[in-house]
């Protein structure tokens, strides 16, 4: 089963605890979508399941690093206060600031600094493609040599979205106190849909 390689520094707001079950949020402050249904979608859920289920909302960036930094994600907590094509979403919808709390620990995605080590990264990202293990070694090797490649090319690895290779904001992952991944959405997910996911794991392993 994948695994969740999760990093972060400092929790920017709350607390958050590993428990059998864990919801992560992944999101941009310079993404309209994440702020018009991801965060109020959150919120519902964290109200419904926080008693059984461990909630963190992680600022990320793989793009747009002006805005999508820990400057403004604390601004957002402290004042509600957006920025970029977030900040043009809420002015057409009537609003100067963000007009929902955010109700869930967050956190700040990871930076890789000097200390990064681009082989570990590469062998990680590697193994994220399911049929890497059977791949005969020259085709292994192609591949981690072009993930090196890769990685060196970027201007900054936020490492939870980079490690996990995970395909944009907002990004819903569930998985247990091992780390493991037993859900994994990109972009928009009906209520309902997640309510009853939710609902199924907690029966499960809860």
């Given at each position: 089963m994948k695994k969740l390689d999760l990093n972060f520094d400092q929790i920017l707001q709350g607390e958050f605890n590993l428990r059998k079950l864990n919801f992560l949020f992944v999101f941009q402050v310079n993404c309209p979508g994440c702020f018009l249904y991801g965060i109020p979608l959150v919120n519902e859920l964290y109200k419904k399941f926080n008693k059984d289920i461990?909630?963190?909302?992680?600022s990320?960036?793989?793009?747009?690093?002006?805005?999508?930094?820990a400057t403004n994600t604390n601004l957002l907590i402290n004042t509600r206060e957006v920025v970029g094509e977030t900040k043009k979403a809420m002015i057409e919808q009537g609003f100067n600031h963000y007009p929902n709390s955010i109700d869930f620990p967050v956190?700040?995605?990871?930076?890789?600094d000097q200390s990064f080590d681009f082989s570990i990264a590469a062998a990680k990202i590697c193994k994220t493609n399911p049929n890497y293990k059977i791949w005969p070694e020259f085709e292994q090797r192609a591949l981690f040599n072009k993930v090196i490649a890769y990685l060196k090319s970027q201007e900054r690895i936020a490492l939870t979205f980079t490690l996990n290779q995970l395909k944009g904001t907002p990004s819903i992952l569930?998985?247990?106190?091992s780390y493991e991944i037993l859900f994994e959405q990109f972009g928009h997910v009906e209520f309902n849909m997640i309510t009853a996911k939710l609902k199924s794991l907690i029966d499960t392993f809860g």
């Open positions: 461990s909630f963190l909302g992680l990320t960036a793989f793009e747009d690093f002006d805005y999508n930094n956190a700040m995605d990871k930076t890789a569930v998985f247990n106190d």
